[in-house]
T-cell receptor, first 111, second 118 residues
């Protein structure tokens, strides 16, 4: 079992839809949770960062962490074609000092 | 958010030559930087952890003599691909660790360097 599991998609939605991206993880000791967005041929861009259970909102993006279920989500409201990218969840392991990435979910928002 | 730059963004070289890639944290100091490699449609693969003033820590299967890392200052790490061969062609991305007191830490990524070895 991988430490972080993420459905690779691809996920295709119409413009304006609410998008839900999810990851599960196996180690309850993981501390910090991040979502990155990566456009083709570009480096990942940090979207959201959280370290506690609950919701964190930033504009159209909401990150949700459920530590009891070891489940993290990223919601995108009013999705736009410019949101089309690969979204990577990443979890920081205090034991190793490294980020552990999910496989990435490719999202396409159609006009 | 914090900014990390990489140079060059793209390089094409002949087989057998060495290529140096620079990674800079522009608005914060990073005692730790990371080097990743990414193949098409795949997630990032950590190659090594670069610590300022000390030797890099390489992941299993990554040749330290092939991929030389130097972290000479708190804002600069370099990756040198020595005697590059076509199989080294890839997308190389660096990141820098940013620690925020009381809030933990995260990593900010550079824009990546696309290496093509002919």
């Amino acid at each position: 079992q991988k430490e972080v599991e993420q459905d690779p998609g691809p996920l295709s939605v119409p413009e304006g839809a609410i998008v839900s991206l999810n990851c599960t993880y196996s180690n309850s000791a993981f501390q910090y949770f991040m979502w990155y967005r990566q456009y083709s041929r570009k480096g990942p861009e940090l979207l959201m960062y959280t370290y506690s259970s609950g919701n964190k909102e930033d504009g159209r993006f909401t990150a949700q962490v459920d530590k009891s279920s070891k489940y993290i989500s990223l919601f995108i409201r009013d999705s736009q074609p410019s949101d089309s990218a690969t979204y990577l969840c990443a979890i920081f392991s205090g034991n190793t000092g490294k980020l552990i990435f999910g496989q990435g979910t490719t999202l396409q928002v159609k006009p | 958010g914090a900014v990390v730059s990489q140079h060059p963004s793209r390089v094409i070289c002949k087989s057998g030559t060495s290529v140096k890639i620079e990674c800079r944290s522009l608005d914060f100091q990073a005692t730790t930087m990371f080097w990743y490699r990414q193949f098409p449609k795949q997630s990032l693969m950590l190659m090594a952890t670069s610590n300022e003033g000390s030797k890099a820590t390489y992941e299993q299967g990554v040749e330290k003599d092939k991929f030389l890392i130097n972290h000479a200052s708190l804002t600069l790490s370099t990756l040198t691909v020595t005697s590059a061969h076509p199989e080294d062609s890839s997308f190389y991305i660096c990141s820098a660790r940013d620690q925020v007191p009381g809030q933990g830490e995260t990593q900010y990524f550079g824009p990546g360097t696309r290496l093509l070895v002919l």
